[in-house]
């Protein structure tokens, strides 16, 4: 296992530092952290040292434990005894188990948000397919998964339900550890994957519940309309 954090995980700590002095609160930190993670700052394996983040940053370790364990509690960290904090490896079954709960959600966030989504929330949508096209055009992957985490979450914001939005919130953050959420992997047409976000704000614009909540469910499930060729790879082996 790695023991050390990369280069940018690093340099972001040092761009950091600054912030985060005796006001500090636990909270700060675990944005820091989590957001290094679902960046790729820090990789599967690498090694989360309480101590030399606290260094790193001029702060006591105690906001860091408390950071490292929420992040342990959301499954992004694994402790491993006498060895310590590591960020976990995704496999294959762990993204689907991801999907499984997914998928549900999604389903009946869509079904919600026919009836309670307002028009500057589909126009905010519409905003976000534009600004996936924008990534594909740059070749920006990152991008492109940000606008795509967006364009979920204001769904299940825009569904009118705050029980539904908790859900999506805890959920969230592992997802895109996973990249259960675009898929960086996809061997596929990524223009025709922005479109086919359109495509769900159309369904939702019609009004037409039962389309809409069966579109976005299978577009959770990776079922969707875009064609993958891992997924014709798979069918040759």
Do not use: C
Request: aromatic residues 6%.
């Amino acid at each position: 296992m790695a023991t050390n954090p990369s280069a940018d995980f690093v340099s972001t700590l040092a761009t950091n530092k600054d912030r985060f002095r005796k006001t500090l609160i636990s909270d700060q930190v675990y944005g820091l952290l989590r957001q290094s993670i679902v960046d790729g700052e820090l990789g599967p394996n690498d090694r989360v040292v309480e101590s030399e983040i606290a260094r790193r940053l001029g702060v006591s370790q105690a906001p860091v434990r408390e950071a490292v364990k929420q992040l342990a509690r959301e499954g992004l960290l694994m402790h491993i005894p006498r060895r310590g904090h590591f960020v976990v490896e995704i496999s294959t079954q762990d993204a689907e188990y991801a999907r499984q709960v997914r998928e549900p959600l999604e389903r009946l966030a869509a079904r919600l948000a026919t009836e309670h989504i307002t028009e500057q929330q589909l126009e905010m949508l519409d905003h976000l397919v534009e600004h996936m096209h924008d990534a594909v055009a740059t070749n920006d992957v990152s991008r492109f998964r940000d606008a795509d985490i967006e364009f979920h979450t204001l769904i299940s914001q825009s569904a009118g339900n705050p029980f539904l939005e908790r859900m999506w919130e805890v959920i969230e953050p592992s997802l895109r550890t996973l990249r259960a959420i675009s898929d960086p992997l996809f061997q596929g047409d990524w223009h025709a994957m922005a479109d086919e976000h359109g495509r769900l704000v159309s369904l939702l614009r019609s009004g037409d519940a039962d389309q809409a909540a069966d579109a976005f469910a299978d577009h959770a499930a990776g079922r969707g309309p875009v064609p993958d060729a891992r997924a014709a790879k798979k069918k040759r082996g």
